[in-house]
């Protein structure tokens, strides 16, 4: 018999927060905890891809958030499919074993055309005029509306932005209930912890209030879990450090003239084909693009004397990390504990592109933590946002320009490997049997086949 299996994300949970979750760690009562390594650079799509392959980001391709796509001349960020990620699933492996193993996602990052049998992810509805409208994709089809009907829209706008909240979590776990009793394996991913330690930091009261919402809004999963007989495993990616220096890598480039803008409409954009060198931002991790090898070491040198760079990796060094993929940067850096990389190239704000003061993950071309906030420094902010609203419910075009260009205001960060293990990602397992002390990420995928029930393949060395 296969031993069904409930595998939750927990972004952001540590031993530190573990105190304030007795939910998540009734798991480890009955079961076990373990320190959990992740790999660099620590973030949601290489972990996750990691979690699901046992490979790291050298083989499986997933370097990042994004990255820059050179066949295409283009910076994608928050990519949706599945066929990115190379190498072998967990779900591959146990087909192989088991023909007919379920496998249910629920907002697992690179859902589409993934070949699981329920699939639920983030998509908007895109309309012809720009607005944008919550909304999910699932697979089968039929089972979006039957999650609307029971629980509303997807909640787009609780999962990420200013308005990020518990909601978005809540949705997903309610929909993970439904879907756990008929698969093998459920895998669902519980954003909240996200948001807050990002907005005031780890250490700050809204961080312990987070930890405690959403134990909350898991427990009654969990409850289900153990009366159905399901195993399961609660993990986390990486823990979120304090974060005080936002640290401009596009802009000591485009003083150095080796990043190149073009203008239209008075706002300017990055021009990465005409670009020396440019780098795709990524919390704690940058890739640095360089066009020509003449220009290594001078960029080499300028981010080696750049405060708030701790690390700045060449191909060679890359390979220590397991970072060493056709799609990485010549240069990858690293931030130093507290800072973190924006993706910032313009140097004056009046000449920001539009998009940069809405929540535009696909068109900005590096992460933008700033995103979390509506503009502390603007009185007017919620005023502003409250009239777009309007024109939004009245069919009228808008803009939500209400995110900061200042990161001054971000007070987590994450991407660096953890320098304190209590405050790094773990592992939470029912199952008594299988404990053990630590693992890595790359053993999260043959613990999954494990607890399953199926041989784990022999790997090639």
């Not at 790291?56 to 990255?67: A, E, K, L, T, Y």
């Not at 009907?149 to 997807?154: A, D, N, V, Y």
Request: hydrophobic share 40%; aromatic share 10%.
């Amino acid at each position: 018999m296969t031993n069904k299996l409930l595998v939750l994300d927990v972004v952001g949970l540590t031993p530190r927060l573990l105190e304030h979750t007795p939910n998540l760690r009734a798991i480890a009562g009955d079961g076990w905890q373990a320190a959990l390594g992740t790999v660099l650079p620590a973030v949601t799509c290489s972990v996750q891809s990691t979690f699901l392959t046992g490979a790291m980001p050298r083989d499986h391709g997933v370097v990042g958030n994004g990255w820059y796509f050179r066949d295409l001349g283009e910076i994608f960020l928050w990519r949706q499919h599945n066929r990115l990620v190379q190498g072998e699933k967990v779900w591959d492996l146990a087909r192989q074993a088991r023909p007919g193993y379920t496998v249910a996602n629920v907002c697992w990052w690179y859902a589409m055309g993934a070949d699981t049998d329920w699939t639920v992810t983030p998509r908007p509805i895109y309309h012809a005029d720009g607005r944008k409208s919550p909304d999910c994709y699932t697979r089968p089809p039929a089972l979006h509306d039957e999650l609307t009907r029971s629980l509303g829209e997807f909640p787009l706008f609780n999962y990420w932005g200013p308005t990020a909240s518990i909601k978005s979590s809540e949705w997903i776990v309610q929909a993970t209930r439904r879907l756990m009793p008929q698969a093998d394996l459920t895998l669902a991913y519980v954003p909240h912890l996200d948001y807050d330690l990002q907005r005031f930091g780890p250490h700050s009261p809204q961080a312990v209030a987070a930890a405690r919402d959403v134990d909350r809004v898991l427990a009654p999963l969990l409850t289900e879990a153990r009366d159905q007989g399901v195993t399961v495993v609660a993990l986390s990616e990486y823990g979120i450090g304090p974060a005080s220096r936002p640290v401009h890598v596009n802009r000591a480039l485009r003083q150095a003239g080796l990043l190149d803008v073009y203008t239209q409409a008075g706002m300017e954009y990055l021009d990465p084909w005409a670009s020396r060198a440019f780098a795709v931002a990524d919390h704690q991790v940058a890739h640095v693009y360089v066009k020509d090898p003449g220009d290594l070491e001078a960029v080499r040198e300028l981010y080696q004397g750049l405060p708030g760079v701790d690390l700045v990796l060449d191909k060679a060094a890359q390979r220590e990390f397991g970072l060493d993929h056709e799609r990485s940067g010549e240069l990858v850096l690293v931030a130093d504990l507290g800072a973190w990389f924006t993706y910032y190239y313009w140097l004056h704000d009046d000449r920001a592109p539009d998009f940069a003061r809405g929540v535009e993950i696909h068109r900005k071309p590096g992460y933008d933590p700033a995103e979390l906030f509506l503009d502390p420094a603007d009185p007017r902010v919620k005023l502003r946002a409250g009239a777009n609203l309007a024109k939004k419910k009245l069919g009228l075009r808008y803009a939500m320009n209400v995110v900061p260009l200042d990161g001054q205001w971000v007070r987590g960060t994450h991407g660096r490997l953890p320098d304190d293990p209590a405050d790094g990602p773990v592992l939470l397992c029912s199952d008594p049997s299988t404990a053990r002390d630590q693992l890595a990420a790359t053993d999260v995928r043959d613990l999954m086949l494990e607890l399953a029930g199926i041989s784990t393949p022999a790997r090639n060395l």
